[in-house]
């Protein structure tokens, strides 16, 4: 499996040590930029030329961007056809009752393997003011190893999504 990287300026630093990380266990990672910090650049340059990529082969590529929250990179990646981009903090959750299946997890980690488990997510942005490296790297091994599980309802879920990107990007 590939994994293209991609930042600005706000993310620069943790993609550096993630794209290590990824090298030394053995991934093929193609860096999409930034190469260099440049307090100046802006994050769609970046993040869609990631996002065109994983689009280009959704199903066996993966994307991990950066950014300063995150947010932004994701909502750049999700424009793209194929492409089912998840945000993760590590801030800590506080504690709750159960929702409507019971579940009463604050292991925010866990998260991590429903956005694979469910919705086969192919692409992960990382808001680098909100996560250490440490963080960073727990949710990135947990992603990358978390297999979709091709249950029959997210199976029909992914491809209503498909429908709707279907009609859109015509």
């Given amino acids: ?6 930042t600005d300026h706000a993310g620069f630093e943790l993609k550096e040590k993630i794209k290590s990380y990824l090298l030394q266990r053995g991934f093929e990672v193609e860096d999409c930029g930034a190469f260099e910090f440049d307090k100046d650049d802006d994050y769609p340059d970046f993040i869609a030329r990631v996002a065109d990529k994983v689009s280009e082969d ?3 590529s993966r994307g991990i961007i950066f950014g300063g929250s995150g947010q932004a990179e994701t909502i750049t990646a999700n424009k793209f056809k194929g492409v089912r981009c998840v945000l993760f903090y590590a801030a800590c959750a506080p504690a709750k009752e159960a929702d409507v299946t019971g579940r009463t997890s ?6 991590i393997n429903l956005t694979r488990e469910h919705n086969n997510a192919n692409m992960l942005s990382l808001g680098s003011r909100f996560i250490t490296e440490k963080e960073a790297i727990k949710a990135i091994a947990l992603w ?20 709707i990107e279907n ?4």
């Avoid at 009609?167 to 015509?170: G, V």
């Fill in 1 to 6: 499996m590939k994994v293209y990287l991609g």
């Fill in 58 to 60: 959704p199903e066996n």
């Fill in 106 to 111: 604050t292991d925010l980690y866990e998260m």
């Fill in 144 to 163: 990358l190893e978390s297999p979709f599980t091709a249950n029959k309802r997210h199976v029909r879920r992914i491809e209503k999504i498909k429908k």
């Fill in 167 to 170: 009609e859109n990007f015509k």
